[in-house]
């Protein structure tokens, strides 16, 4: 290469279960951020403890990087099979860094005496040191990363590392393998790396959770550790229950007793829950539900990507209810929306929704620290400014369908819920007449909700050639894929919807219509968020970009897709 350095690169790593593949990335990740770079890691990984083709993607760049990559600039190959697959995707002026006993070589080759410079045991941070020299970071900032990452571990333990990442570094550095590096930046920002499991963890905590309950589930479980590892300091209880029936069981009741909860699961947890929905429904319980997609029906792939749970989230539950369902795409709308779940569950009283999905779960970016001044938490304990008649009618009615909610056992008034249908104190019924009124008051809530909507984001110039429209995790592919027409000369702009439901159409119309072309992109195989665009408007978006193969969207399938 004639530039020695370049503002993006795309790192994959690449090996079996068991190698340290995540350890070594995770390092490596967190040492570009704090050396002052952008990143947006991919982890793809097979359904097994040990063996099986796994790869960790870092793409870097000194501005924002959005998305994934599918062309690969320095490929670090813990296996031959790591090779075999991915070979044909390093970039022109790439390299491919290698066991020597593997006996793999090539111009684009450098082959490392691993067992040289480490046991087996270590051979992923001798990765490390030699990916940190060939990239041209300050080993230093490295090295003090590999503390951090082993800090409670023993001291051996810590030195050892240590010892094979500098090794590793000198030898790499003494070769003559040429590699573009990344330009230094010489005052690199404080920021965060955070994947959006993590911040959904910390939008529930900010936003006033106290109770949540789950049944592991990839890829939804570390939302839970996480809020599991924070419990005894910010008072918190978490539960793993005996199934998802029971997690959500539990989190209404604790919701009941005052506690603002919230399950985390994927798709197939989810349809066990599915008459607790109802239940949260009947009973106006608030809860948020968190389901993290994957690849289905039944196991599917249990830990690839997907974004095909639409439908199963908006129409799931018995019955006709109000909800709301939040689709973050970013890390930072994952810590926002988390908290506007728990504001709209509170003050509405019912069943609200998050979907997420792998891609968007385990992907790690580099964000400025969140902003905490303004973030009220939900407190339903609170009964100031709280007015209601006496005696106290927990489901009485009202103009907005939402009624006065006292706890019980915290003031002197009974406080009644059932699962059947009931009068306004809370106790069973069969009059027809206040049937039809309880769920005509239920249905008001709407109402409220709609008002509360988050409308979609226009990115671009209005009456575009091209809009690009999409929802939840699509967010970076769609809006990069966009960015690389405008630099050809296409007019394209991308609409990014955060809620997915409810849709208020005066938000999004005029947009879809002053546009000359709208293309749906969507990461399922039947278009889910078009056909209820169309359902809710009329508005038939027929050109559809669809990715159904259990990876992440890129810029790169959206324009082959546009261009085939």
């Known amino acids: 290469m004639d530039d020695p350095h370049r503002r993006v690169l795309n790192i994959l790593i690449g090996g079996e279960a068991g190698q340290g593949l995540v350890t070594v990335g995770q390092i490596l990740a967190k040492g570009l951020v704090r050396s002052g770079y952008y990143i947006c890691v991919t982890q793809d990984y097979q359904s097994r403890i040990r063996g099986g083709h796994n790869t960790f993607a870092i793409r870097v760049g000194v501005d924002e990087v959005k998305a994934p990559q599918e062309a690969v600039d320095l490929l670090v190959a813990l296996t031959a099979e790591t090779v075999e697959l991915h070979r044909d995707q390093v970039s022109e002026g790439g390299l491919i860094v290698i066991d020597e006993a593997l006996q793999i070589k090539g111009n684009s080759t450098l082959t490392v005496p691993f067992s040289q410079l480490a046991t087996d045991q270590h051979t992923n941070i001798a990765a490390l040191g030699v990916c940190t020299a060939l990239l041209g970071l300050d080993k230093k900032i490295v090295d003090q990363t590999v503390t951090d990452f082993f800090g409670k571990a023993h001291p ?13 570094y000198r030898w790499a550095a003494g070769q003559s393998a040429t590699f573009a590096q990344l330009p230094p930046i010489a005052t690199p920002s404080e920021r965060l790396m955070m994947n959006g499991n993590e911040a959904i963890a910390l939008g529930a905590v900010t936003g006033g959770v106290k109770f949540c309950a789950f049944y592991p589930m990839t890829p939804a479980t570390s939302i839970a550790l996480n809020l599991a590892g924070w419990a005894s300091k910010m008072g918190l209880v978490v539960e793993q229950a005996e199934d998802e029936i029971a997690a959500i069981n539990m989190a209404l009741g604790a919701a009941f007793a005052g506690a603002p909860s919230m399950v985390a699961t994927s798709g197939g947890g989810f349809a066990l829950m599915i008459e607790g929905v109802s239940l949260a429904a009947m009973t106006e319980t608030p809860v948020v539900i968190v389901i993290a997609q994957r690849p289905a029906p039944a196991t599917g792939l249990p830990t690839r990507t997907e974004q095909a749970d639409l439908e199963l989230v908006l129409h799931a539950g018995h019955g006709e209810f109000p909800r709301a369902i939040f689709a973050p795409g970013s890390i930072e709308q994952c810590f926002e929306l988390t908290q506007k779940a728990l504001q709209v569950a509170d003050r509405y009283q019912g069943p609200v929704f998050i979907l997420t999905d792998q891609y968007l779960a385990d992907s790690y970016r580099a964000i400025v620290p969140f902003d905490l001044d303004g973030i009220t938490p939900v407190q339903p304990w609170s009964t100031e400014g709280l007015k209601f008649a006496t005696p106290y009618r927990r489901f009485a009615m009202t103009d907005s369908g939402v009624s006065p909610r006292l706890l019980p056992g915290l003031t002197e008034h009974l406080v009644v819920a059932d699962s059947d249908e009931h009068t306004e104190d809370g106790h069973i019924t069969e009059d027809l007449g206040v049937r039809t009124r309880m769920v005509q008051k239920r249905l008001k809530k709407e109402a409220g909700i709609r008002g509360e909507v988050i409308p979609p984001k226009l990115q671009g110039e209005g009456r575009p050639d091209l809009l690009l429209v999409c929802w939840g995790s699509s967010k970076g592919a769609v809006e990069e894929a966009a960015e690389q027409l405008r630099s050809t000369g296409t007019k394209a702009a991308t609409l990014h919807f955060p809620q997915v439901w409810p849709l208020v159409p005066e938000h999004f119309m005029n ?32 050109k559809r970009i669809l990715r159904y193969d259990g990876l992440s969207m890129t810029p790169e399938f959206i324009l082959r897709a546009l261009n085939p």
Do not use: M, Y
């Open 156 to 168: 051996d333990v810590i030195g050892e590392n240590k010892r094979v990442l500098g090794d590793s």
């Open 511 to 542: 947009l879809l219509q002053e546009a000359k072309e709208v293309v749906g992109v969507e990461g399922n195989a039947t278009g889910q968020f078009a056909r209820l665009i169309r359902r809710e408007t009329g508005f038939h978006i027929e």
